[in-house]
């Protein structure tokens, strides 16, 4: 395929045409494609039209509802018809595993001392302080 790079003016036969380039370029398949065929894995209408979508039996599977959010277990079956999933839980591991309320407070505190934004926090903090000192003093 080539590919127009500019275009040029002939003085002699008034005439303006166009440069094309002499290299090939190759352009993914995908690109010359019109649409994917029905039952496309990637296609969205199949992945959204069933409420388990790609969902394989024996696959980890990790809980989003509310009263096992973040729990790690496995698709033991599914059920097309009513639309669920059932997972096996092994709760003596879910159970073993450390819930630090901390961690995000940790993560964070981390991530500021790394970017230099605490040490700007504390020095604006502390010009705030001594603004406030400052005023004390002259209201005296």
């Known amino acids: 395929m080539n590919v ?21 370029i190759t352009i993914p398949f995908n690109l010359c494609m019109r649409k994917r065929a029905a039952d496309h894995y990637l296609n969205v209408n199949h992945r959204t039209s069933t409420g388990h979508g790609r969902v394989v039996v024996g696959q980890d599977a990790i809980c989003f509802n509310s009263g096992l959010f973040g729990v790690i277990g496995k698709i033991r079956s599914r059920d097309p018809k009513k639309m669920t999933v059932k997972i096996e839980i092994d709760q003596e591991i879910e ?5 630090n309320p901390f961690l995000g407070e940790n993560f964070l505190r981390k991530e500021l001392v790394e970017s230099g934004l605490l040490d700007e926090i504390k020095a604006a903090e502390s010009q705030r302080k001594g603004k406030k000192g400052q005023e004390r003093k002259q209201e005296k």
């Open 4 to 24: 127009v790079i500019g275009t040029e003016y002939d003085e002699v036969g008034n005439e303006l045409y166009k440069v094309y380039s002499e290299q090939a």
């Open 95 to 99: 159970e073993s595993k450390i819930h």
